[in-house]
Nanobody
Framework: QVQLVESGGGEVQAGGSLRLSCTASGGDFSINAMGWYRQTPGKQREFVAT???????NYGDSVKGRFTISRDNANGTAYLQMNSLKPEDTAVYYCAADIRRNGVIYSTTYWGQGTQVTVSS
């Protein structure tokens, strides 16, 4: 059973930094892409950043220049370094990974349980 476990959320003042981590575990698999999304009550889940296995990254407009996604492919881990945080960054952050289990020809998107990030003004 593939699982994504997130850590690193918390509360920080505006202008501060946090780093989120997400580690995939549970069997033999390969990870095509890993990314982060966020959601606040009453709103749709918003794309934050993604990193594909080859190294390319992409960011949502609201976080460009402030957030950096990186991957440790050997350990199935993705990181989201968040700098210059703003109160509007407050949300539950979800990790997502496009994973192909060994012996299976298709890939599946898995989601983490979410971690709360709160930025106070």
């Amino acid at each position: 059973q593939v699982q994504l476990v997130e850590s690193g959320g918390g509360e920080v003042q505006a202008g501060g930094s946090l780093r989120l981590s997400c580690t995939a575990s549970g069997g033999d698999f390969s990870i095509n892409a890993m990314g982060w999304y966020r959601q606040t009550p009453g709103k749709q889940r918003e794309f934050v950043a993604t990193a594909v296995r080859g190294g390319s990254t992409n960011y949502g407009d609201s976080v460009k220049g402030r957030f950096t996604i990186s991957r440790d492919n050997a350990n199935g881990t993705a990181y989201l370094q968040m700098n210059s945080l703003k109160p509007e960054d407050t949300a539950v952050y979800y990790c997502a990974a496009d994973i192909r289990r060994n012996g299976v020809i298709y890939s599946t998107t898995y989601w983490g349980q979410g971690t709360q990030v709160t930025v106070s003004s």
